[in-house]
């Protein structure tokens, strides 16, 4: 048995990026419920578009 390695996590820096890029000096956590909200939308209206990521 081999160890098993996160697949993004062991690639993050090499060729892949962070999923999010959005940074806020304030308001941190109501950017974040904002953020979480909007991509729950968007996975619930845009599910039969076959979108992988959003």
Do not use: C
């Not at 940074?23 to 909007?38: C, I, N, P």
């Amino acid at each position: 048995m081999g160890q098993k390695v996160h697949p993004i996590g062991f690639r993050l820096g090499i060729n892949r990026t962070w999923e999010s890029r959005w940074y806020a000096d304030t308001d941190y956590a109501e950017k974040l419920h904002a953020d979480l909200k909007l991509r729950n939308f968007l996975k619930k209206r845009l599910f039969h578009a076959g979108i992988s990521k959003i």
